[in-house]
């Protein structure tokens, strides 16, 4: 595969795509930060009667001590959500816009292109397959060519029926592999 070279990070790669995967991430973090504090704080509200362990200093709510905690972590959770959801999009659409790239040619009708991706990328996977599928549609369409090129020589050359059938049947079994319907 070719190498190739970062110029700069695209951001604006299939942007509807990234303000859908935008939305989900961050409505996770903020509806998974808002669930941990509101269950640590309605946790931690009752009062507290008794000393702990004979504590020199009377703690009157554990919430008054674990509110600051919980509003820590929940703002820890919500800036690593939005770093999460900026770059995350990015390596997803970026391999997805590159396949769609590489697609066209082979919509129309260039069965030699192979879609191509980075080293590392996370649809990788999916290129192959793209790649595995089209080989296999243009292995079949060379076979169907030739059977058909042979079915043509033998008409040209007025051979007999039975080499034209021949040639025939080859033609269809070549083509019946191929679904269109």
């Known amino acids: 595969m070719p190498d190739f070279k970062r110029k700069k990070l695209n951001m604006g790669v299939k942007k509807y795509f990234q303000r859908w995967l935008l939305k989900r991430i961050l409505g996770a973090v903020v509806l998974s930060s808002l669930v941990a ?10 009062e507290i009667t008794s ?21 820590a972590g929940s703002m820890v959770s919500l800036i690593s959500g939005i770093v999460l959801s900026l770059f995350l999009p990015q390596k997803i659409a970026g391999p997805i816009f590159r396949i769609e790239q590489d697609l066209k040619p082979i919509q129309e009708g260039d069965l030699t292109k192979l879609v191509q991706l980075r080293d590392g990328d996370i649809l990788s996977e999916l290129a192959e397959e793209v ?16 059977a058909l090129s042979s079915l043509s020589r033998a008409i040209e ?10 040639c025939l049947r080859e033609l269809e079994e070549s083509l019946s592999q191929l679904k269109t319907q």
Do not use: G
Not at 51 to 71: G, Q, T, Y
């Open 131 to 146: 790649n595995k599928t089209t080989m296999e549609t243009r292995n079949r369409i060379r076979k169907s060519k030739k």
């Open 157 to 166: 050359d007025h051979a007999e029926e039975s080499t034209v059938q021949t």
């Open 51 to 71: 000393s702990f362990f004979d504590a020199h200093i009377k703690i009157r709510r554990v919430s008054d001590l674990l509110l600051p905690v919980v509003v």
């Open 37 to 46: 504090a509101l269950i640590l704080y309605f946790y931690a509200r009752n």
